[in-house]
Structures are given as structure tokens and as C-alpha cells.
């Protein structure tokens, strides 16, 4: 997805591209054909409502900037309400015939097994979450040992201004830090005795996702089990390691120890997400949030991602890449897609479009601005380049919580969520088309 959007966005301006793809000379455990832009998972790149939802946003963006994934999606788009489904072959079948038939497009196929040779002077390296182990290995000599993970251990996110600060507070275990940011950097969610093994049954009685046969197998796994794991070990396993109760006094009952803890942590630059620590969890969807929401503090969360654990090859870029999406240690090289740490065909695609459109400019002697943090698209690549947590960095969908708060928000007067994310839209689309211009 990103590739073929990054192909076609280096051809559009006019500059001449080599397109390389290791299918079908070597194969991978979930593509079945050799086409470009091959949807694995799902025909559905979700919602489309470009007013009120960040994916939809995220779309008319592409679609302003002559996106070939939108604008193929929506040619061979199929009945999905206020979604955007495609037909997976016909829509590959487009994508794959619009590349191959542009003058400045060549493709060759077979895989890259290593970093690329020095006259490769300008590269995009877009292999997704199945990157062949080869170039992997490469990669990781290329950069350091811990800088490229090959499972995504998903914790859920919650909207900050959801949390009901009421019964949870801030607070470090033991007051640690220096500073009063770092002593009061987690939000604490207390549980009583009762209320923490309500919590541990609904845990285990969960539906839960299975492993894909080509996941199982997959290295780096024992640090990142998921919760339920955990909870199987003992009922007590939970007590004494993400949910402990140690070195924390809860201010609005300072005489009473809670039984267990539930700690959330500041997941980007403006304090707007919070992660669950430690709660990875491979729950269906419906099971997280009937789950999650038993815990003092989150009954009326909104979560901006659910919990996961799945096969994923991605960078950590906030501690890799700079602004351009270029390897701060070898600057000829971008990288874009999944590999980057975005979650979503869409998402995939918009990075795709980004490092292609800055590859060109930058072939042709000039430098394209990162777009502003207000729009969808710039949101995604000041996340991914610096917003987020290097330390807790995992992959992440687009979301409104990614955005700058509107000015126009104040206390006692915020508006109504449907509004808000009007204004978010309005904003980001203003300032879209002024990034544009440019």
C-alpha cells in the first residue's frame, strides 16, 4: 500500500521511480497473488465520513492530494454504509495496471536482501508488517538490536478528558522524578478486593483472538504477554506485577489501600492518550471494552485504540527518523507504511504518500515541508517522528486524539463531541490545503 502510493506520487512529479517488489519470486505467509496494493486482512479501509471521523479526514486528504489508494478504493468501491469497502481484486488489479502502465514507473521484481548499495541514493523502504527476515536482519544491524520489534504488544488507549479523575488520580509510584511532571506522570485507577477479582473473572471468561499459524512461531514474544496469560498463571499474578498497589496514596481516600492498581501513562506530547500499563491483551474488541470499563475511573472511557498482539515488523520511529521520515544515521533512506509504526491500510498509504511526495521535492532540489500537526496526515508523521514515547512506542490508527486541542475548547464551556470533531475537520482541512499550496 505504501509503496505503490509512494511509486506513484514520485511518477506524478515527474520524476522516474523503480518500483521493487519480492513477490511472487519470494512469497509470504498471508499474499496469495503477486499484485501491488494486495489487501490481506480486510476489504475495508473504514469509515468515510471526512466531517466527524479521523479516518474519513484522513481520506479526503489523500483524495486532495491525488492519492492513487483513494482513488482506486473509490472506483471500485462496494455497499458498506458510511464505510469505504473495496473489491480486493479488481482494486489490487487497478493499482498494479495504473503503476505499470506510467512511463516513469518501472518494476522489478525479486527480493532486497539488505540494506541498499550506497548508488541507491534515494530509497523508501515500505515493506510492511511482513518484511522478509533478510532485509529485517539488515536492518536491525543497521540501526541497533532494539529498535525494531517484530510483535506489537498493544495496550489500549484511553482519551485523557474520559477518565473520570474523581475516583482515579496522578501519581508515581513513590513520588518519583525530579520534577512535579515526573512525580505525578501516571493517572491511578484503585480497586478494592471485590472489585479486583470481578475484574479477573470477566478477564478470563473473555473471548479471546487466536494466533495465525504464521504468528506463532514468531521471535521476541515472552516479553509481551498478553494479561489474560498473565491472569491464567495465578489470580494473584496481576496483583504483583501491572495492577501492584505499592508506593501510591490515594488522595481521595488517603486512609484506605486499594487491593490493586490500575496505572495509565502519558502516551503522547500533549497529553491528550493514556495507555493501560502492562495491558496487552488478545480479547476480542466487544470483551476489551465491556472488560476495561469495569475499572474504577474508566466506566465511561473512550478509547482511542483497543489492546493487541499481533505478527508486526516496525521501527521504533520517534527514535529513528527525523521530520523528512529519513534514517537520522543514513539519510538517503525513508521509510513508510506500516513498517513505520502506523496501524491501517489507510494510514499505510497516507505515509506512502508523504515519503514519496518528500523524496521528490527533494530529488528535484527543494524541501516539502512536514505538514502541520492539525491535519490528519501531519498528525500521523509528528506522532510517529517524535510526538510519541520512544520508550512505549507501538503502533497506532489515526484519531482525533492525536490532533492539537481547538483553542475554543475552554473550561466549563467544552463543546459537544460531535461538534468538536467538526472543528478538528474544518481546522485540518484549511490548513490541508494551505500545506498543499506549498
Given at each position: 500500500m505504501a509503496g505503490s502510493e509512494a511509486a506513484w506520487q514520485i511518477a506524478s512529479a515527474g520524476v522516474p521511480v523503480i518500483l521493487h517488489e519480492m513477490r511472487p519470486v519470494v512469497g509470504t505467509f498471508a499474499h496469495q497473488t503477486d499484485g501491488l496494493a494486495e489487501l490481506v486482512c480486510s476489504n475495508s479501509f473504514r469509515s468515510d465520513d471526512h466531517e466527524n471521523n479521523a479516518v474519513g479526514l484522513l481520506h479526503w486528504e489523500m483524495r486532495q492530494a491525488g492519492g492513487l489508494i483513494m482513488e482506486m478504493g473509490d472506483k471500485h468501491s462496494l455497499p458498506a454504509g458510511g464505510a469505504l469497502a473495496v473489491d480486493r481484486v479488481a482494486f489490487s488489479d487497478a493499482v498494479t495496471e495504473r503503476l505499470l502502465s506510467h512511463p516513469l514507473v518501472t518494476l522489478e521484481r525479486g527480493e532486497v536482501q539488505g540494506i541498499p548499495p550506497a548508488d541507491w541514493d534515494s530509497v523508501i523502504v515500505a515493506t510492511g508488517p511482513l518484511t522478509s527476515i533478510k532485509l529485517a536482519e539488515a536492518i536491525v544491524d543497521h540501526t541497533d538490536q532494539t529498535s525494531l520489534a517484530f510483535f506489537d504488544a498493544i495496550a489500549p488507549i484511553v482519551y485523557a478528558d474520559s477518565i473520570n479523575m474523581d475516583v482515579a488520580w496522578k501519581q508515581s509510584r513513590y513520588d518519583k522524578g525530579e520534577?512535579?511532571?515526573?512525580?505525578?506522570?501516571?493517572?491511578?485507577?484503585?480497586?478494592?478486593?471485590?472489585?479486583?477479582?470481578?475484574?479477573?473473572?470477566?478477564?478470563?471468561?473473555?473471548?479471546?483472538?487466536?494466533?495465525?499459524?504464521?504468528?506463532?512461531?514468531?521471535?521476541?514474544?515472552?516479553?509481551?504477554?498478553?494479561?489474560?496469560?498473565?491472569?491464567?498463571?495465578?489470580?494473584?499474578?496481576?496483583?504483583?506485577?501491572?495492577?501492584?498497589?505499592?508506593?501510591?496514596?490515594?488522595?481521595?481516600?488517603?486512609?484506605?489501600?486499594?487491593?490493586?492498581?490500575?496505572?495509565?501513562?502519558?502516551?503522547?506530547?500533549?497529553?491528550?492518550?493514556?495507555?493501560?500499563?502492562?495491558?496487552?491483551?488478545?480479547?476480542?474488541?466487544?470483551?476489551?471494552?465491556?472488560?476495561?470499563?469495569?475499572?474504577?475511573?474508566?466506566?465511561?472511557?473512550?478509547?482511542?485504540?483497543?489492546?493487541?498482539?499481533?505478527?508486526?515488523?516496525?521501527?521504533?520511529?520517534?527514535?529513528?527518523?527525523?521530520?523528512?521520515?529519513?534514517?537520522?544515521?543514513?539519510?538517503?533512506?525513508?521509510?513508510?507504511?506500516?513498517?513505520?509504526?502506523?496501524?491501517?491500510y489507510v494510514e499505510s498509504a497516507a505515509m506512502g504518500l508523504l515519503a514519496g511526495r518528500m523524496a521528490a521535492a527533494e530529488r528535484l532540489g527543494r524541501t516539502l515541508p512536514t505538514p502541520p500537526n492539525t491535519t490528519a496526515i501531519g498528525a500521523l508523521v509528528t506522532h510517529i517522528t517524535g510526538g510519541a514515547a520512544a520508550k512505549t512506542f507501538q503502533p497506532m490508527n489515526v484519531n482525533f486524539g492525536l490532533f492539537p486541542p481547538l483553542d475554543d475548547i475552554v473550561r466549563g464551556g467544552r463543546k459537544g463531541r460531535k461538534e468538536r470533531y467538526k472543528g478538528y475537520t474544518d481546522r485540518a482541512k484549511a490548513d490541508w490545503q494551505s500545506w498543499l499550496n506549498t
Open positions: 520534577t512535579e511532571e515526573q512525580r505525578t506522570a501516571y493517572i491511578n485507577c484503585p480497586m478494592t478486593e471485590e472489585q479486583y477479582n470481578a475484574f479477573i473473572d470477566a478477564l478470563l471468561a473473555a473471548d479471546k483472538t487466536e494466533f495465525k499459524d504464521w504468528e506463532k512461531d514468531t521471535p521476541y514474544f515472552d516479553g509481551c504477554l498478553p494479561i489474560e496469560v498473565m491472569a491464567e498463571r495465578g489470580r494473584e499474578t496481576l496483583r504483583y506485577g501491572p495492577m501492584k498497589p505499592v508506593g501510591l496514596t490515594n488522595p481521595h481516600q488517603p486512609d484506605v489501600k486499594a487491593h490493586a492498581v490500575v496505572q495509565l501513562r502519558q502516551d503522547n506530547a500533549l497529553g491528550t492518550l493514556y495507555n493501560i500499563v502492562g495491558f496487552q491483551t488478545k480479547m476480542k474488541y466487544g470483551a476489551q471494552t465491556e472488560v476495561f470499563k469495569m475499572i474504577p475511573g474508566l466506566e465511561d472511557a473512550n478509547f482511542a485504540r483497543l489492546g493487541g498482539i499481533h505478527r508486526n515488523t516496525f521501527l521504533n520511529s520517534p527514535r529513528l527518523l527525523d521530520d523528512q521520515m529519513r534514517l537520522k544515521n543514513d539519510p538517503r533512506l525513508r521509510f513508510a507504511g506500516q513498517i513505520t509504526g502506523v496501524e491501517g
